[in-house]
């Protein structure tokens, strides 16, 4: 599967893990679903991804890039979230 399918799949509501190369859809939710974020959101994901693929330097694309990174961060730092509510330290 490439990331473009997978990623298509996600934006459609199916979080699917790419077993191929081991990766998680964007927002984690394939192997952790109460990380599934709503539908406005993987549109809004797939759009900057779309445009983080254009021409190298031309401002939309590095605008897109942005957003996707930010966006990732977001998905990580709900990830760790999640990780954290089951952690005891001692």
């Known amino acids: ?4 399918e997978q990623l298509s799949l996600w934006v459609a509501g199916q979080s699917v893990h790419d077993d ?3 990766l998680c859809c964007a927002d984690f939710s394939c ?5 599934q974020v709503d539908q406005a959101t993987r549109w809004r994901y797939m ?3 779309i445009s983080a ?11 897109g ?13 709900r990830l760790i979230r999640c990780f954290a509510e089951h952690l005891q330290i001692e």
């Not at 192997?31 to 990380?35: D, G, K, N, Y």
């Not at 890039?65 to 730092?77: C, D, K, T």
């Open 1 to 4: 599967m490439t990331e473009f």
């Open 20 to 22: 191929e190369r081991g």
């Open 31 to 35: 192997c952790r679903p109460q990380l």
């Open 47 to 49: 759009s900057a991804y």
């Open 53 to 63: 693929c254009g021409r190298p330097g031309n401002e939309d694309t590095i605008r």
């Open 65 to 77: 890039q942005l957003l996707v990174w930010q966006m990732r961060v977001m998905f990580l730092e």
